[in-house]
């Protein structure tokens, strides 16, 4: 009997030695549709976008994985992450479903001057077309940049899209002096902001020469990520600027369901939900019509997915832990509860607040005193009395009260 008690207690103990790896493996993150790829190189892919037919919620959502091309990375070469199908020439760099944005690489437009003053070679993709994706670039991510010494660039739509804005840059006699790296004032470079909801844009030139070719050969506009650029006078003696960018700029799209129903509340209005967790709701877009799935308060992971949105473990979350430092913390389903351990009391909720000790009952110094004249009396008793075990749990007692 022995020998099986020993052995339940042996499996007990394995059992619970591998119930963290259980748990930790049941509440993984997922990010992808079951039997697709989450990855390609080292950009994650997670739905509604996907690389294979049935792995995107629909088209406008399609990845292509080109391992047949690459791109470079800091730590050497990644298969290319393009837009839409394979012929895209549009290079994705990252896809944030919390925000809704996804970055990519866009080409430079630009435009060189020979010794005639003449335009020697420019790009031929100095536009970019999102109609008809659920795409639009971003107004709050994006600046049109402007660089050059006698520059005039227009960014400008069509359509629906008809639109028009620009910014020139000159550069002074005194160049070197007047022009500080980093600022992009107007000597050297401008730049200048775009509407909202713009799924169409291309770039066009306000002068067709450049005076100024001998110390500035090559011009360049670009909508690019608003904090990416710091201005550089070297960009305009030089083909640095060209060279350091060969593979484009980053630009910031902005996604969301388009065209499916609406959003009322935190609430789908759609016979094709895109918001499949149990625990998710959509909001609004920020840019242009449609709407983006969010988990709920309490919960993370992909809400596009059917329960994508799995609890999040506030107590071991240090920015999340709601409890002061010495409360105890109870992770509950979307919720966190705190209390003060037992002994103590207080506001176990906020990071100011503390438990603090109880007020004894029967304070130590009287217990003392009470002791004491318990025992002078006892000893006395126990000379006139010879039961020794009966003084035993009588010391016992007092011993106990004492503490």
């Known amino acids: 009997m022995g020998c099986v008690r020993q052995l339940q207690c042996y499996v007990f103990l394995i059992v619970i030695s591998l119930l963290p790896a259980a748990l930790a493996e049941s509440t993984t993150l997922k990010l992808s549709l079951p039997g697709c790829p989450d990855k390609c190189g080292n950009v994650t892919i997670p739905y509604p976008f996907g690389t294979r037919p049935g792995c995107y919620r629909d088209d406008g959502f399609q990845i292509t994985c080109n391992e047949s091309t690459s791109t470079s990375t800091g730590t050497g070469t990644a298969p290319k992450v393009l837009l839409g199908t394979n012929s895209s020439n549009i290079e994705v760099i990252d896809i944030n479903i919390t925000s809704g944005e996804t970055r990519v690489y866009k080409f430079i437009a630009f435009r060189c001057y020979n010794m005639s003053d003449q335009v020697e070679f420019n790009n031929t993709r100095a536009s970019m077309d999102l109609t008809n994706r659920p795409f639009v670039f971003s107004h709050k991510r994006n600046k049109f940049t402007v660089i050059g010494c006698y520059n005039l660039a227009y960014i400008v739509g069509q359509g629906e899209d008809s639109y028009q804005s620009g910014c020139a840059s000159f550069c002074d006699n005194n160049l070197m002096n007047s022009t500080t790296d980093g600022s992009c004032n107007g000597l050297g470079c401008c730049q200048t902001s775009i509407r909202s909801a713009l799924h169409y844009y291309e770039v066009q030139w306000g002068f067709k020469n450049n005076p100024d070719w001998h110390f500035n050969p090559c011009i360049y506009a670009v909508l690019a990520e608003e904090d990416w650029y710091k201005f550089q006078v070297q960009d305009l003696t030089q083909f640095d600027f060209f060279k350091r960018n060969k593979n484009g700029v ?145 010391y016992l007692f007092l011993f106990n009260f004492l503490l």
């Open 250 to 394: 980053p630009m910031v799209l902005d996604w969301a369901i388009r065209n499916n129903g609406q959003c009322q509340n935190g609430v789908e209005k759609s016979t094709n939900r895109a918001c499949l967790s149990n625990h998710s709701i959509c909001n609004n877009a920020s840019n242009g019509e449609g709407y983006l799935c969010q988990c709920m308060q309490g919960y993370q992971g992909n809400p596009y997915l059917p329960n994508g949105c799995i609890d999040i473990d506030e107590c071991i979350t240090r920015d999340k832990n709601p409890c002061s430092q010495n409360a105890i913390c109870v992770n509950t389903d979307g919720n966190v509860t705190c209390f003060c351990p037992k002994g103590t009391h207080g506001n176990p909720y906020t990071k100011d607040g503390t438990c603090i000790k109880d007020p004894e009952k029967f304070p130590y110094p009287a217990r003392v005193a009470i002791c004491k004249s318990f025992f002078l009396y006892v000893f006395k008793l126990k000379i006139r009395c010879k039961n020794a075990q009966y003084f035993f749990h009588i």
